[in-house]
């Protein structure tokens, strides 16, 4: 009885997460005089994708793609260069105010990138960097959560496992990234898919950090779907939004069995 119930809390659970998205894509393949006349029937009447090919005409979908992907991918790969060695210093490393620096850390988890963006567009800009690829990727190159998820997994790795290696000879670097990062596999998939979803997703800081299309996102695209012609055309803006979320769905599906590891050797 008890399985039975759990089951079908999932299965209620799982309607309840993949519903909306089930409904934009319904939604997309629907014409604009159905959704006028049934908004609450997402069922489409007869499959239609002229929402897509406009898409795909109103804007450049692809050069918009690769600038979201390059920003998203830059972003995660950086992060997770340097968070490796700075959770190591947190974790394995011994020096004054390290107690203190891990505090700044989770300090840094409670800042929003809204409240720091005046001081970092007034520094970026005498440099001419505003407008420009590194503007969007540089200010997000440290993450403290990034530094917080590899200083918690690094605990649980034996002191004399890194002591062994500098027997060997091995440096500092050499320990961080030829040793410890592939035994931190599975959080550093997690980190690479936390930072890639939320900055592919991000519309803030590209929309306040660029003005030419050459290096604008994708998120500011598929807005924009909603202010061309009169009205709100939803399956046009429902379009848009299935084609922005398929990267992110493929990713997730590349990674999940890493993001499985991860949370099974934290709860282990």
């Excluded at 001419?128 to 917080?148: E, I």
């Excluded at 002191?159 to 592939?182: K, N, Q």
């Excluded at 994708?218 to 990267?247: F, Y």
């Amino acid at each position: 009885m008890k399985l039975a119930f759990s089951r079908i809390l999932l299965v209620v659970v799982a309607l309840l997460w993949v519903g909306p998205y089930a409904w934009m894509v319904l939604t997309s393949l629907r014409t604009l005089p159905e959704i006028v006349a049934a908004p609450a029937w997402p069922i489409p009447k007869s499959i239609q994708f002229d929402a897509y090919r406009e898409v795909l005409t109103a804007i450049p979908v692809g050069r918009y793609f690769l600038n979201t992907t390059a920003m998203a991918v830059a972003i995660a790969l950086l992060q997770i260069l340097l968070a490796l060695p700075a959770g190591y210093a947190l974790a394995k490393l011994h020096f004054v105010g390290k107690k203190v620096a891990f505090a700044l850390v989770l300090a840094c988890l409670l800042i929003p990138a809204q409240v720091t963006f005046v001081p970092v567009f007034s520094m970026l800009g005498p440099l001419g960097l505003v407008n420009t690829f590194a503007a969007l990727v540089l200010p997000f190159g440290v993450s403290a959560l990034g530094t917080f998820l590899v200083r918690q997994a690094l605990l649980s790795v034996p002191d004399e496992m890194i002591e062994a290696a500098r027997l060997d000879g091995a440096s500092e670097l050499r320990i961080v990234y030829g040793l410890l990062a592939p035994m931190l596999r599975p959080t550093l998939a997690s980190l690479f898919l936390f930072s890639f979803v939320f900055h592919y997703n991000d519309y803030f800081w590209p929309l306040v950090m660029t003005t030419d299309d050459d290096v604008r996102t994708l998120p500011l695209a598929v807005a924009l779907l909603r202010e061309q012609g009169t009205g709100v055309r939803w399956h046009i803006v429902m379009a848009g939004n299935v084609i922005l979320s398929l990267p992110v769905l493929a990713l997730f599906a590349a990674v999940q069995k890493q993001i499985l590891r991860a949370v099974t050797a934290r709860v282990g």
